[in-house]
């Protein structure tokens, strides 16, 4: 499960985020879960809870918010938000190939809470 090693590495950019902006106890984490990236919501919360006891991070909140894949059709430039993420027909021309992903590629943390 690769949502471990993508806690693991969020935990070390947390810290150092924390440190570098001189936040008390942390309260709570917002990710946002792209869903391209790759990663499976409740997986990731499952690894926060798993990896985060005995750690300085232990009792902060994991919220993962699901942003929804968004593309702009290659031919009449039309935004839409694909159902199926292996073909997107544009609803406006029918086009499905040469597409620009504009939201929903990135797994990322948003903001940091502290007490
Ligand atoms: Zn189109």
């Given at each position: 499960?690769?949502?471990?090693?993508?806690?693991?590495?969020?935990?070390t950019i947390i810290?150092?985020?924390?440190?570098?902006?001189?936040?008390?106890?942390?309260?709570?984490?917002?990710?946002k879960n792209g869903a391209l990236a790759g990663a499976v919501t409740d997986a990731l919360t499952f690894a926060w809870e798993a990896l985060t006891p005995g750690s300085e991070l232990e009792g902060v909140e994991l919220l993962v918010e699901d942003v929804p894949l968004r593309v702009r059709c290659g031919a009449c430039g039309v935004e839409f938000e694909p159902e199926d993420r292996h073909y997107m027909p544009c609803p406006s021309?029918?086009?499905?190939l040469g597409h620009t992903v504009l939201a929903g590629k990135e797994l990322f943390i948003e903001s940091l809470e502290a007490e």
């Open positions: 499960m690769h949502e471990l090693s993508l806690v693991q590495s969020m935990m810290l150092e985020e924390r440190d570098r902006h001189g936040l008390g106890k942390l309260t709570r984490v917002k990710v021309c029918g086009e499905f």
